[in-house]
C-alpha cells in the first residue's frame, strides 16, 4: 500500500533561519502529493501541491519539488517566521480504484523562536 | 473557511455514553474523510465514504461507526465512550472521484470530544 514518511519533530529554528522538512513516500503508480500546514486550534489547511514528476508547488515562501527518482517532496523555506509555527503534513493522493485515497505522514511540529 | 462545516465544535461527555458528530462537506465534494488527532498520536484515519458508500477503513474501533447519507453529509457514531476517545476529531471533503486525485481535501474546524 501508500505510505509517507517524515521526518519527526519537534523542529525549532530561529527567526529568518532555512528550513527543510524531509517527506518521502511509496507508492504504485502516480500519485498527487500535497503538503498541509496546522496552526493551533484550527483545522488542517492545504498549503501546496504538486501534481506530476518535476512539479514544483509553492505558496507563501515554501516550496516543494515533486522527486520521482528520489520518491520525496521535501519541504523549504529561505527564511521563516514566528507566524510559521504550525504543524506540517504530508501527504498523497492517487486515484486508482476509481476514487481518491489520500496517505498522511505524521505530522513536524515546527517551533521558530524570535 | 473551507466550506465544510462540523457540529458540534465542544462535546463533553461521561464515559459509557454515545455521541454523534456531524460533518456537512463542501458544496460538490463527493468524499468525506474522518480522522481522529490526539496528543499524543498524531493525526489517525478512520474512515472514508464516497458518494455514500464505505470506500475505506483505517483504526477505527468498533464501537465506532460512520455513514454517509444521500445528501452526503455525514455522521460519525461513538459509543461506550472511554476516556482514551477524548480527542479532536476532524472531517474532511475532496472531489474524491479517481480521475481527479490531484483534488485537495478540506477540513473542517473539527469537533472537540472530551469524555470525563
Known amino acids: 500500500g501508500n505510505s509517507v514518511t517524515q521526518m519527526e519533530g519537534p523542529v525549532t529554528l530561529s527567526e529568518e533561519a532555512f528550513l527543510t522538512i524531509n517527506c518521502t513516500y511509496t507508492a504504485t503508480g502516480y500519485p498527487s502529493l500535497f503538503w498541509y500546514v496546522q496552526y493551533p486550534g484550527e483545522g488542517l489547511q492545504l498549503l501546496l501541491k504538486?501534481?506530476?514528476?518535476?512539479d514544483k508547488g509553492s505558496n507563501k515562501g515554501f516550496e516543494a519539488t515533486y522527486r520521482k527518482e528520489t520518491t520525496s517532496f521535501h519541504l523549504e523555506k529561505g527564511s521563516v517566521q514566528v507566524s510559521d509555527s504550525a504543524v506540517y503534513f504530508c501527504a498523497l493522493s492517487d486515484g486508482s480504484g476509481g476514487y481518491q485515497k489520500v496517505t498522511f505522514g505524521i505530522g513536524t511540529k515546527l517551533q521558530v523562536i524570535p | 473557511d473551507s466550506g465544510v462545516t462540523q457540529t458540534p465544535k465542544h462535546l463533553i461527555t461521561a464515559t459509557g455514553q454515545r455521541v454523534t458528530l456531524r460533518c456537512s462537506p463542501r458544496s460538490g465534494d463527493l468524499s468525506v474523510y474522518w480522522y481522529q488527532q490526539s496528543l499524543d498520536q498524531g493525526l489517525q484515519f478512520l474512515i472514508q465514504y464516497y458518494n455514500g458508500e464505505e470506500r475505506a477503513k483505517g483504526n477505527i474501533l468498533e464501537r465506532f461507526s460512520a455513514q454517509q447519507f444521500p445528501d452526503l453529509h455525514s455522521e460519525l457514531n461513538l459509543s461506550s465512550l472511554e476516556l482514551g476517545d477524548s480527542a479532536l476529531y476532524f472531517c474532511?471533503?475532496?472531489?474524491?472521484?479517481?480521475?481527479?486525485?490531484?483534488?485537495?481535501?478540506?477540513f473542517g474546524n473539527g469537533t472537540r470530544l472530551t469524555v470525563t
Open positions: 504538486a501534481t506530476k514528476a518535476d
Open positions: 474532511a471533503s475532496s472531489a474524491g472521484r479517481g480521475d481527479l486525485p490531484n483534488s485537495p481535501l478540506h
